[in-house]
């Protein structure tokens, strides 16, 4: 058989061993090669050397082809085969092969096919194509025989008529188009009616064919136009380089985009031939492919050449030339097509280069790496690879895929092998355990991914393996300690939360949103959703102590106890604990973390603990107002009998009415002061002047010692302001007083001093206590009493710790005074000795905004005409007389009723009554339901309020509805005439 032709040069020759013992089914082994191996072959062909064929094709090819060569070696008689390449496995299509016995191997020249079969099948489509120009072409194409009847029409000129092409064969062009039969040769302008009227400026070209037949051109002028516009828009903004050569090489017409790859001017470029810029040393082949279109035996070609940029570089472009003919069949001109590969060419070389380089990588790489077939057959590994298996390397690369897998990872590992190959998915990874020599475990990260032909068909796998025992270790440790973590919130129901201070955007644990009886599930958001559960009266408070830890202006940890929404409408007492975990280089805050944990069942406690300390106070408070109020009933009673018994002057009497006047502010005052001590409120912060709470509760702190005992109020915190609950001030100073008083059997003295304090880091601890760096207002008791001795000092603050006698104290007092200013950043200071007396010192953090202090509400002030007949409204027979009395008195017209039926009976039946005073607490209707319904129903009478209830938490809380004047009782006469409008 002779050898492949002359134009089928050898490209490369590989040398195969005989492979397979006897019996076994032929196979050969690589032992070398020469030539280009790696463009038949691929990439990967220099990895082949010592490789089985039959481990790399596929056995439907590799059993014919392996039994042929066998036949080769074993008869002498030379192989010829053109082998057309389906699978993907080699990077070229067409491989022509020749196979001969060189010694006891086999010397086979392989040569790429592919060139030669691609343009055999460009020539058949090539004629494919002008059969079918003759159908798309947008010119008429008309053929008629010499009687003028039509034998043959394309779409374009059947267009022209109305008609469809069918429609017009065996009529004359007289009848479809009003034309002649008979055309002079050559171009003419004429005019083509259709059948429908419509007339058509044309071009015809006339062309004789043989037996009297003829063959018109013709072209619609107004289409042509529209096209010619379209194709030079297209020509002149196409992407790729274009140009118009003529036969002679001259250029007729170049783009934009040509000028720019050339680097030359449209002028310039017109002055030229293609000869002019192409490389010297691709002119030949050039000229070779110019020639064959010339003679018409090739209309379009695919070619890559050199071409010179104007300032003198080498450009590698790729040329796509076509040729346009006449009617004759000859070449008008050429339509050539010019792209810069310059880049292409460039990462092809480099592509080279990487492929030596990947061959150094994957010797020498410290990571694992491993070449596998297909069928994940090991052909390859390095020495890394056999260093994490504690093999030596010869051992190492005999071991196939599986043998090195654990048991357990052997299924799934081979599935997903299998989806890479078949190219399913672009990669995997997965963590495996390798067996290693001592058949111990070793956990590995192997990463596959497919070598692709060039049809993106995967030739070889690549599998890299990484050593992770020691990740695998800490990754295992830090899930067991964060389901240790997670076990101990779901023991304490501490629920976590994670700000990011920039963003807003937040976490929120399972147990954060839990606790408040939602389904526990984490929750990731805003803190608009923390904004929506918490109480509104403690947000603003709230929100001002984040800011200020964000800013740096506490003491480091945010501790803040508030209400938050449960799901069931009730509210949850939170204490929030936390800190900013990550600033900028700036100090800004980026990010806070922290817990929240219900507190609910400890705040009531302690609730029920103030409220027993206020009783407790209360009681002691109990003798001295018992001998306050005796006095005063005294006073009034002489001075009542006085006026009885007095036949003197009206001055003198005066005199009288003034001392009973005065008596009875007094006791109104006190009454006030017990009603506020001792009424139960959530506890509420506002910016408030120490002094002035301590002003307010001398006369109560008065009351608390008893005879013998003298009360000393000094004030030095002037326009100072702190934050707190007044409420649970006062009530801690009193638990102090109370204490001091206990501590003073045989009388003494009480100071009660406030001051300002500047705490720094270098006061010893024994003097104040530990606080942090910062303004603080000192509130200190100090009493002469017996002192606390230093074994007893330690448990001071312990809850149920007393040295009272049993049954005269609860051991809750100094715990509820610590428990509330430490709450608020604060501490308290003790210093005593037995025989010399105690000092106890309360430390408040000074308030941070103090220009935000509220003043205390002023009264309103009413201004409306002057009323002059009023409706009083009591249950109580006697104050509504006195109060009628009182109204009178003043000159007003009073008209009475008992409750809030005849009060609305009264009002139906008397228009002229301008104003309702009522009480509010009163059988069946109150005073609020009552003033309601006048409001709806008696718009114009104006609505007062009354009641002796001015501590009650639901009078206050009414009076925002309503919105009208209270007055709380006893009353003066002014106040009553101010709160009516008078």
């Known amino acids: 058989m002779n050898p492949p032709p002359d134009r089928r040069s050898p490209d490369a020759v590989i040398y195969l061993s005989h492979a397979s013992g006897p019996g076994e089914p032929p196979d050969f082994r690589v032992s070398g090669a020469e030539g280009d191996v790696e463009r038949i072959l691929g990439p990967a062909s220099p990895l082949l050397t010592g490789v089985s064929l039959r481990s790399v094709f596929p056995p439907e090819r590799a059993g014919p082809m392996l039994a042929e060569f066998a036949i080769v070696l074993e008869t002498g008689i030379e192989l010829v085969r053109e082998i057309p390449v389906q699978t993907g496995v080699l990077p070229i299509s067409w491989l022509g092969l020749h196979a001969v016995p060189h010694g006891d191997q086999l010397r086979v020249t392989l040569t790429d096919l592919t060139a030669d079969k691609l343009h055999d099948v460009r020539v058949a489509a090539s004629a494919s194509q002008r059969e079918l120009l003759f159908d798309q072409l947008p010119i008429g194409i008309v053929i008629h025989g010499p009687d003028g009847r039509i034998v043959d029409a394309n779409p374009a000129f059947a267009a022209l008529t109305g008609l469809q092409p069918g429609d017009l064969y065996g009529r004359t062009l007289e009848e479809v188009a009003g034309l002649p039969h008979q055309l002079p040769p050559g171009a003419s302008r004429m005019q083509v009616r259709s059948t429908t009227g419509v007339v058509h400026a044309v071009e015809i070209i006339a ?98 050449r050199r071409y010179y940029h104007h300032d003198g570089h080498e450009i590698w472009v790729q040329v796509i030339l076509s040729v346009v003919r006449d009617h004759a069949g000859d070449a008008l001109y050429f339509l050539a097509q010019v792209e810069d590969i310059s880049e292409r060419r460039r990462l092809a070389l480099a592509l080279r280069d990487s492929e ?86 070793v956990w590995v990260q192997v990463t596959v991914s497919p070598v692709l032909d060039d049809n993106g068909i995967p030739q070889y796998l690549l599998a890299q393996i990484e050593d992770i025992s020691e990740r695998h270790r800490l990754r295992t ?81 945010y501790d803040q106890t508030f209400r938050m929404l449960r ?164 009530l801690a100073v009193i638990n102090l007083v109370a204490n ?27 003097t104040i206590p530990a606080l942090e760096p910062g303004n603080y207002v000192a509130v200190e008791v100090t009493d002469t009493g017996t002192g606390i001795d230093s074994a007893v000092r330690p448990r001071l603050f312990e809850p149920f710790f007393t040295t009272k006698p049993h049954g ?69 027979d006697v104050v509504r007389r006195a109060t009628r009395r009182l109204l ?27 104003v309702v005073l009522s009480d509010h607490a009163m059988p069946g209707r109150t005073g609020r339901q009552l003033l309601a319904e006048v409001a709806d129903r008696f718009p114009e009478v104006r609505r007062v309020l009354m009641s002796g209830f001015a501590g009650d938490g639901t009078v206050q809380a009414v009076l925002p509805d309503l919105d009208v004047p209270f007055v709380p009782k006893p009353f003066t006469i002014d106040e009553l005439m101010a709160a009516i409008g008078d």
């Open 888 to 914: 009178e008195r003043r000159g007003l017209v009073v008209v009475e009723a008992n409750d809030a039926d005849t009060a609305l009976d009264v009002l139906g039946r008397d228009d002229a009554i301008e």
């Open 477 to 557: 440790e830090r899930e067991q300690m964060e389901e240790r973590l997670e076990m101990v919130l779901d023991a304490t129901n501490d629920g976590i939360w994670d700000w990011n201070c920039q963003t807003g955007a937040g976490y929120f644990g399972p147990q954060w949103i839990g606790m408040l009886g939602y389904p526990a599930v984490e929750c990731h958001g805003d803190e608009s959703v923390f904004k929506k559960l918490i109480h509104p009266d403690d947000a603003d408070p709230v929100w001002q102590a984040n800011e200020a830890h964000r800013l740096g202006r506490d003491n480091g940890t």
């Open 740 to 766: 001091a008083r206990d501590a003073m059997p045989g009388g003494g003295d009480v100071a009660v001093l406030t001051s300002t304090v500047t705490v720094d880091a270098s006061q010893a601890p024994d």
């Open 567 to 730: 799901a069931d409408g009730t509210w949850a007492w939170i204490r929030s604990r936390g800190r900013v975990v990550a600033r900028d280089a700036d100090g800004h805050a980026l990010r806070m973390a922290g817990t929240h944990t219900d507190v609910s069942t400890q705040r009531n406690l302690e609730e029920k603990s103030r409220q027993s300390q206020k009783m407790e106070a209360i009681g002691k408070l109990a003798g001295g107002v018992a001998h306050d109020f005796n006095n005063l009933i005294a006073v009034i009673s002489a001075t009542t009998e006085l006026l009885l018994d007095d036949d003197g002057t009206v001055e003198s009497r005066r005199e009288d009415l003034d001392n009973i006047a005065a008596a009875c502010d007094r006791a109104k005052t006190l009454t006030r002061q017990l009603l506020s001590f001792s009424r139960q409120e959530v506890e509420r912060s506002e910016i408030i002047a120490i002094d002035d709470v301590i002003e307010d509760i001398r006369p109560l702190l008065q009351r608390v010692l008893a005879p013998g005992q003298n009360l000393n109020v000094q004030h030095g915190a002037e326009g100072i302001h702190v934050r707190l609950d007044p409420g649970q001030l006062e």
């Open 808 to 876: 005269k104290g609860t051991g809750l007092g100094l715990p509820t005074v610590s428990g509330f200013v430490e709450r608020i950043g604060g501490a308290v200071g003790v210093h005593s000795a037995p025989g010399r007396g105690s000092t106890f010192t309360l430390y408040l953090p000074v308030a941070t905004t103090p220009a935000d202090a509220p003043g205390r509400p002023a009264a309103p002030t009413v201004t409306r005409d002057r009323a002059r007949r009023i409706l009083v409204v009591d249950d109580d």
């Open 207 to 304: 062309a004789s064919l043989p037996h009297g037949y003829h063959q018109l051109t013709v072209r619609d002028l107004t289409a042509l136009e529209e096209s010619e516009e379209r194709f030079r828009a297209a020509f002149d903004d196409a992407g790729a380089g274009m140009a118009i050569v003529l036969r002679n090489g001259q250029n007729l017409r170049v783009n934009r985009a040509l000028c720019e790859i050339l680097g030359y001017t449209e002028d310039e470029l017109l002055r030229l031939t293609w000869k002019d810029v192409v490389h010297p040393d691709d002119l030949g082949h050039a000229l070779t492919v110019w020639d064959e279109f010339d003679r018409g035996e090739t209309s379009a070609q695919r070619s890559e």
């Open 356 to 441: 030596q380089r990947f061959r150094s990588a994957f010797e020498q790489s410290a990571v694992g790496m491993a070449l596998l077939s297909p069928s994940a057959k090991t052909l390859r590994i390095n020495q890394a690879l056999a260093d994490i298996l504690d093999h030596d390397f010869e051992r190492a690369r005999s071991l196939q895929w599986n043998e090195v897998l654990h048991p357990d990872d052997r299924a799934d590992a081979g599935a997903s092998l299998a989806r890479v190959a078949r190219g399913e998915v672009p990669s995997s990874r997965a963590e495996r355990r390798y067996i290693k020599r001592d058949g111990s475990a």
